[in-house]
């Protein structure tokens, strides 16, 4: 067999190529973590902002201020959850809607449902642009 200058072994080209897609994939998953984190801290301070001009009593200050992103570590894997840390329940019922004390109903106010379908959207551009960007 003659050997060709400059020929690339098939072991060679193995580890380049394992070598290629790792580093691909360890920048796709940093740029996602960055843009994860991005998002939900802005979608947070968006809902801080839509609860304080639709919620504006004295009474209800807390409920605005407590939108918080956390990140929650599970088995090296990382997700944020944006809630309500001063009052947790009253999301739900104000999103919703529900039952009055002397009966009837109370109708929902959404302002939680247009700030989750825009960081859905963000989201899946951010998404589609590191994953074409790559390197």
């Known amino acids: 067999m003659t050997k060709v200058k400059g020929a690339l072994r098939v072991g060679d080209f193995t580890r380049a190529f394992k070598e290629t897609l790792q580093n691909y994939t360890d920048e796709v998953e940093e740029g996602l973590k960055e843009v994860t984190e991005t998002l939900a801290k802005t979608a947070a301070k968006d809902l801080q902002k839509v609860s ?19 990140n929650e570590s599970v088995r090296h894997h990382s997700r944020w959850v944006i809630h309500n840390r001063t009052k947790p329940g009253l999301a739900h019922l104000l999103e919703k809607g529900h039952a009055k004390v002397n009966g009837g109903r109370t109708s929902g106010v959404v302002h939680i449902k247009p700030i989750e379908e825009k960081l859905i959207k963000d989201y899946e551009e951010n998404l589609a642009a590191i994953i074409e960007r790559g390197f």
């Not at 304080?52 to 956390?70: C, I, L």
Request: hydrophobic share 30%; no cysteine; net charge positive.
């Open 52 to 70: 304080a001009s639709t919620f504006n009593t004295a009474q209800d200050k807390p409920y605005h201020k407590g939108w918080v992103a956390s």
